[in-house]
Nanobody, 116 residues
Framework: QVQFVESGGGLVQPGGSLRLSCAAS????????MAWYRQAPGKQRELVAT???????NYFDSVKGRFTISRDNAKKMVYLQMNSLKPEDTAVYYC??????????WGQGTQVTVSS
């Protein structure tokens, strides 16, 4: 059973940066696409960024040019570098596989709060 553990969130001022980490366990990691999601209070969870097994990346329009997703297959880790953060980026961030038929259980997420 795959598990994902997110970390690296915190409180940051607008314009600041954070790097989120996601540790995966339990299965062959490198074969699967991975993604970061976020859920703001009162809103549905949304897809933020995806990285495929070949390294190809895709981003939600509102984070393009500001966020960068990466992966380290040897360590079974996925990262999200977030720059130029805005208050609207405030949410709980989760990692998981992007395709529903391979998705694992949701972890506890990591809280990102952007506020002055």
């Amino acid at each position: 059973q795959v598990q994902f553990v997110e970390s690296g969130g915190g409180l940051v001022q607008p314009g600041g940066s954070l790097r989120l980490s996601c540790a995966a366990s339990g299965t062959t990691f490198s074969f699967y696409a991975m993604a970061w999601y976020r859920q703001a209070p009162g809103k549905q969870r949304e897809l933020v960024a995806t990285i495929h097994s070949d390294g190809t990346t895709n981003y939600f329009d509102s984070v393009k040019g500001r966020f960068t997703i990466s992966r380290d297959n040897a360590k079974k880790m996925v990262y999200l570098q977030m720059n130029s953060l805005k208050p609207e980026d405030t949410a709980v961030y989760y990692c998981n596989r992007p395709y529903e038929n391979t998705r694992g259980p949701w972890g506890q997420g990591t809280q990102v709060t952007v506020s002055s």
